[in-house]
Nanobody, 119 residues
Framework: QVQLVESGGGLVQTGGSLRLSCAAS????????MGWYRQAPGKQRELVGT???????NYADSVKGRFTISRDNAKNTVYLQMNSLKPEDTAVYYC?????????????WGQGTQVTVSS
């Protein structure tokens, strides 16, 4: 099947940076949109941003100007560069991919990676 494997989370101080990666593997024809979501303790999962296979991006207002999503289609990998991190960015970050298998598309999730920003 399809697997999304994330890496790059960790502990960082306020104002620091982290880069998350998410690589897709398995049997599929193509990947359409990819994106990042996050879930803080006691809160619902929320969108961080998305990127189409053509490179068009969309971001939540809370991360605009600080976070950048990019992707390498040849490697089926999406990245999240996070700069100027704040304590409120602390959450488990999940990647999501819309994967085309046959004539249908399916959404897959990564296992999540913890990002903790200390004040």
């Amino acid at each position: 099947q399809v697997q999304l494997v994330e890496s790059g989370g960790g502990l960082v101080q306020t104002g620091g940076s982290l880069r998350l990666s998410c690589a897709a593997s398995g049997r599929f024809f193509n990947i359409n949109a990819m994106g990042w979501y996050r879930q803080a303790p006691g809160k619902q999962r929320e969108l961080v941003g998305t990127i189409t296979n053509g490179g068009r991006t969309n971001y939540a207002d809370s991360v605009k100007g600080r976070f950048t999503i990019s992707r390498d289609n040849a490697k089926n990998t999406v990245y999240l560069q996070m700069n100027s991190l704040k304590p409120e960015d602390t959450a488990v970050y999940y990647c999501n991919a819309q994967v085309v298998i046959g004539i249908q598309s399916y959404h897959y999730w990564g296992q999540g990676t913890q990002v903790t920003v200390s004040s």
